[in-house]
């Protein structure tokens, strides 16, 4: 009973990482209807970018996560501006090609500017031993409580940011109906590209706490794909359409895969995923928590 | 109309068969010409051009977005791995029933997926697919079955022997060539067909296929099920052209590769795939080398990366600016010389 | 008529391509064409060359301490050549990513041996990858020497006669280490961890047949794509191991031992030689120590780590081999730490040299097979090799270290054995000196 228990402890951080990436794809679904799978790729471009400071240069941990940051907010809005804006109304191949190239585009960048040979590893920012209550071992850490932390807070502005002030109603509308949203005077562009400015910020934050989980994890070609995967299954979990339902289908994945990687197997990993994937999307093809609007005649 | 035109533009079949033939000497000459130095890169393009083809048939005809064909190329590539090297009387004829056998294993696969993924549209099947594609080559590392898929490792394959008159390598890369040649000749058929008719139907308004009589769902497990099959055929060849079955070969990036060879060339042609295919391996294997070397690149991580760099943007770019593909280009250039495709321009 | 013109441009376009690809090749018709250049005895051997092929992991999950092997081999051979070289010719080393993926190596090897036309493949590296081309190479009767793996599978003189293996193989390593913790860790609970595959499997053959079977708690197995260990190293825990022995690669037994810190766990470590450099393990754990509760450096989380080395080691600075490598180093490789991987480059360099030299002043492919098979001297080795007509296995056994610092510190007597039913015996013998221009004396 303790080992299922403390195995469910163990995978509520990685759940929040996951939801953290969820939470991007959703913010950017709602905006433009589109799955940005470079999202993998931005991460990882940005954990470098952090990863180069703090151990190459020396920086601060905390310093050098507000440049992450930053840097996904631009990356962001760069890519939405200038190679997504073309294919946004367009079939919806478009723009998963349009996202696929960028993934690739920077996988390569990233080899050519880091190269591929070494190992890096980010530090945690707090300990990462596990709490001991008596003579147990917690599979929770100061630096899992950190990470549920950072991610709550994350999800907590950007609930205040889109339903309590202006700009958060100015984008809810663009993404609702930007048609009629451009006659009331918004400029819809700008909102796209802030839709995914900001979600490209959530990404590196994922990032970057997720490459403090375990040594050689920050590889150009390393395990973001794998969190890619992840956060579109906790987000189609959730329903692509729900912020609040991205972040509960991220602990639920995270959990889930911890249960599965002891009492079945931890190779397999991947596959659980797209098992769980299926199962949602067959009986809840619009997700769990979505309000299925019907789009079809 | 039909008495105007000369009998050969009668029969759909005919004319296919004629321009097979033709292509087929065309191609065993070409194979003949290149020597062995230059041989074994190329043999990885027919690997690439039957999943593409596949792909082709399923994304542009069918219209649905796949991301997992290297999923599907793998199931094919370790039936074979696993088949063929016991079956020890002539390797040349027991290879084609290894093919047979993958094709037949990768269909029904690409079927149990395609009921699946029956209800996924756009977005929501391409993640499912993506998820395949990272999902499946894991389950060689299984504890219960790393024993008969051996792992990472993977399976070995012997050496492809020649029967004579091409030497080995060159052999392997016939084999290759008629393996598309037959597929080409296979789905230009199946296009001019009522299923194709169908496929082209759904893609187009599913409501109004529907309306008319067509089985929506069959007709989407269909595609599934011949690209799935095009794809396993693909990933034996992989396999024989490695000499080796292993989880690596089938990762995301091969998923991607296909699906960048359908696009560079010109999505829904199936010349396009073709084109495209060689396009990629070659970008790949040493086009990418090359320019590094031209440019005087010294720095290696440089050097190795170039070619993912230029193929990402060759992606993305084809997209804004030719998203005909080559097909496209050559279409522009050349007019009317090059038909539209009827494929998923809208 | 439309489908008949695609027709037409698909025959044009293979015919384009085709020509394109003759005009590319330098001799067209089948077969290899000729492979000699300017009157030499083999191929990739010229008057004043000898030109050898590798392939390395140089990116992906091995790259981590692995890649610097070959540039490290091509320092010893720049060195080499400024003195002149073997018999009058310069050793060109071309060395290429196969990024530990086994589907890359086949295409990587083909090329050097039919478009680069290397004389031979030289410490082609790990056990799945190579294992691909072994075959291949064979026969088409190229020297494939000195394979950077332990894998029992190079020693095949009847079926492979072109394969030859170096370092120790995984199975004597295992006896060797199983007989140093059967002697050291009476009674006490071990648990093994390892790479699940020949490497891996061999090692733990080895194990088994020292350490005696109950004192064996549990057998967790790693695939080097995953590194998501944490349900492995939980099992290994729950199992109340005093002893874990590993054979894994760096990458793999920093996760060993970050995974251990996080539950709590803290055994004796004993890792096989091939993962346990600790200047590479300290790059890989370093950024945790200080969140590991290490006061000082990163390295506080490796030290007491008990492994093996068959080549003398950093920790004994005065030995002759050390100092010729390091200023082979300093000169020639200098942006390189000086660890175990630089140090296997160029003592497996130095191996390679020696096999040159015996095989004369017109080296052949054949020839160059039948001078190692005739025996090669000790040289940087702590124990002697195994090289004959009826082995191709390379050194006979290893010396126990511990890491002490940033170096192994090497203790006790190297042991030899067998990979069969012999006991583990001390070895007597002395390592003779390294010569100061670093060519070999015969």
């Known amino acids: 009973m303790f080992r299922f228990v403390n195995l469910a402890l163990g995978g509520v951080s990685n759940g929040m990482i996951y939801g953290a990436v969820a939470l991007s794809l959703v913010m950017i679904w709602r905006s433009t209807r589109i799955v940005n799978f470079a999202q993998g790729g931005m991460l990882m471009f940005t954990t470098f970018i952090a990863w180069d400071l703090v151990q190459v240069h020396g920086v601060n941990y905390w310093a050098a996560l507000v440049v992450a940051i930053i840097s996904g907010l631009i990356l962001g809005g760069v890519s939405e501006r200038v190679l997504v804006r073309p294919v946004e109304t367009g079939p919806p191949l478009n723009a998963v090609i349009v996202t696929l190239g960028l993934l690739i585009f920077l996988q390569g960048l990233a080899g050519m500017i880091w190269g591929n040979s070494q190992a890096h590893s980010y530090p945690p920012a707090y300990d990462f031993r596990g709490y001991t209550v008596g003579s147990k071992h917690l599979l929770f850490a100061p630096n899992d409580l950190y990470i549920v932390i950072a991610v709550a807070v994350v999800v907590v502005l950007l609930w205040l940011l889109f339903q309590r002030t202006p700009l958060g109603l100015r984008m809810r509308a663009s993404a609702f109906s930007p048609e009629v949203s451009r006659l009331l005077g918004v400029r819809v562009g700008r909102l796209l590209t802030l839709g995914w400015a900001l979600s490209a910020g959530v990404g590196a934050l994922a990032g970057v706490l997720a490459a403090g989980t375990q040594p050689g994890y920050v590889l150009p070609q390393g395990p973001f794909d794998a969190l890619l995967v992840y956060g579109f299954t906790a987000a189609v979990i959730g329903g692509l359409d729900s912020p609040l339902g991205a972040v509960v289908g991220g602990v639920s994945l995270g959990v889930l895969l911890s249960w599965a990687d002891s009492y079945i197997s931890n190779n397999i990993e991947p596959l659980y995923a797209f098992v769980i994937l299926i199962a949602v999307l067959m009986v809840r093809p619009n997700g769990l928590f979505s309000r299925a609007a019907a789009r079809r005649v | ?346 | 008529m439309r489908t008949s013109r695609i027709r037409l441009m698909a025959g044009g376009i293979v015919l384009v391509l085709g020509a394109a690809a003759c005009g590319g090749s330098s001799s067209g018709g089948g077969g290899g064409g000729s492979s000699n250049s300017g009157g030499a005895s083999a191929p990739g051997v010229t008057s004043t060359t000898v030109t050898i092929g590798s392939t390395q992991p140089l990116t992906g999950p091995a790259a981590p301490g692995y890649s610097e092997i070959a540039p490290a081999a091509n320092a010893y051979f720049q060195y080499i050549n400024a003195a002149g070289g073997i018999n009058g010719r310069k050793i060109i080393y071309k060395y290429v990513d196969d990024a530990y993926d086994p589907s890359k190596t086949v295409t990587q090897t083909k090329k050097l041996i039919l478009q680069d036309k290397v004389f031979g493949i030289f410490n082609a590296l790990g056990t799945p990858t190579h294992e691909q081309v072994i075959d291949f190479l064979n026969q088409s009767k190229v020297p494939d020497l000195f394979v950077a793996s332990g894998c029992q599978c190079w020693d095949d003189p009847s079926g492979h006669p072109y394969t030859f293996g170096w370092q120790t193989d995984y199975v004597v390593e295992g006896k060797i280490l199983g007989d140093y913790i059967k002697k050291h860790f009476p009674g006490k609970k071990i648990a093994y961890f390892y790479q699940d595959d020949d490497f891996g499997k061999d090692g733990v053959k080895g194990l088994d047949m020292e350490i005696p079977a109950g004192q064996v708690v549990t057998k967790q197995s790693y695939q080097v794509t995953n590194p998501n260990i944490a349900a492995q190293v939980q099992k290994i825990a729950a199992s109340k191991a005093d002893v874990v022995v590993s054979f894994t690669i760096p990458a793999f037994t920093a996760l060993l031992k970050l995974n251990s810190l996080k539950v709590g766990f803290n055994p004796q470590l004993v890792v096989s030689n091939v993962g346990s450099d600790p200047l590479t393990l300290s790059g890989l754990l370093e950024t945790y120590a200080k969140q590991g509760g290490a006061t000082v450096k990163g390295n506080e989380l490796i030290q007491g780590i008990i492994t093996d080395a068959y080549l003398s080691t950093p920790g004994d600075p005065s030995n002759s081999w050390i100092q010729l490598f390091k200023k082979i180093h300093d000169q020639y490789d200098a942006k390189a730490p000086f660890d175990g991987n630089v140090l296997y480059g160029m003592a497996v360099a130095y191996t390679f040299a020696q096999a040159l030299q015996a095989a004369g002043q017109n080296p052949t492919r054949d020839g160059i097979v039948a001078a190692v098979e005739k025996g090669i001297a000790q040289g940087p080795g702590t124990v002697p090799f195994r090289f004959s007509s009826s082995s191709h296995a390379g050194f006979e056994g290893a010396q126990i270290g511990t890491i002490k610092g940033t170096v192994i510190q090497l203790s006790g007597k190297p042991m030899t054995t067998d990979d069969g039913s012999g006991a583990v015996q001390e070895f007597t013998g002395t390592q003779p000196t390294a010569p100061s221009n670093g060519i070999p004396t015969g």
């Open chain 2, 1 to 346: 109309m039909a008495d105007r035109d000369l009998w050969i533009s009668r029969s759909t079949l005919l004319r296919h068969a004629l321009f097979t033939l033709v292509g087929l000497v065309l191609a065993l000459a070409v194979c003949k010409a290149i020597d062995d130095a230059h041989a074994f890169e190329y043999v990885q393009i027919p690997a690439y051009a039957c999943t593409a083809i596949g792909l082709t048939l399923l994304t542009g005809m069918s219209g649905q977005i796949s991301l997992g064909q290297g999923a599907f190329m793998m199931v094919g590539a370790y039936t074979f791995a696993l088949l063929w090297p016991k079956w020890t009387t002539d390797p040349n004829l027991t290879m084609i029933a290894a093919f047979a056998c993958a094709m037949a294993v990768s269909a029904v696969f690409g079927a149990l997926v395609g009921v699946a993924a029956a209800r996924l549209r756009g977005p929501y099947l391409a993640g499912a697919t993506l998820a395949l594609a990272v999902g499946l080559p894991s389950i060689t590392e299984y504890e219960h079955l790393s024993n008969h898929l051996k792992g990472n490792q993977g399976l070995s394959l012997p050496i492809l022997v020649s029967p004579g008159f091409f030497s080995d390598t060159q052999w392997s890369l016939v084999v290759g060539v008629l393996c598309v040649i037959v597929l080409l000749f296979l789905t230009a058929n199946l296009v001019r067909s009522r299923v194709g008719r169908s496929m082209r139907a759904v893609r187009d308004d599913e409501i109004a296929a529907s309306l008319g009589g067509l089985s929506v769902p069959s007709v989407q497990v269909l595609a599934f099920v011949i690209s799935a099959a095009w794809a396993g055929l693909g990933g034996a060849l992989l396999a024989l052209a490695n000499s080796n079955a292993s989880p690596n070969a089938f990762g995301l990036s091969v998923s991607l590769a296909v699906l960048a060879a359908v696009v560079i060339g010109g999505l829904g042609s199936l010349t396009g795939a073709v084109i495209g295919s060689i396009v990629v391996v070659m970008l790949n294997q040493t086009w990418a080398q090359d320019l590094a070397s031209h440019l005087s690149i010294s720095s290696a991580k440089v050097a190795n990366n170039m070619y993912l760099v230029i193929y990402g943007v060759l992606l993305a770019v084809a997209m804004l600016i030719a998203p005909g593909g080559v097909m496209g280009i050559l279409r522009r250039i050349f007019g009317f010389a090059v038909p539209r495709q009827r494929a998923a321009e809208q």
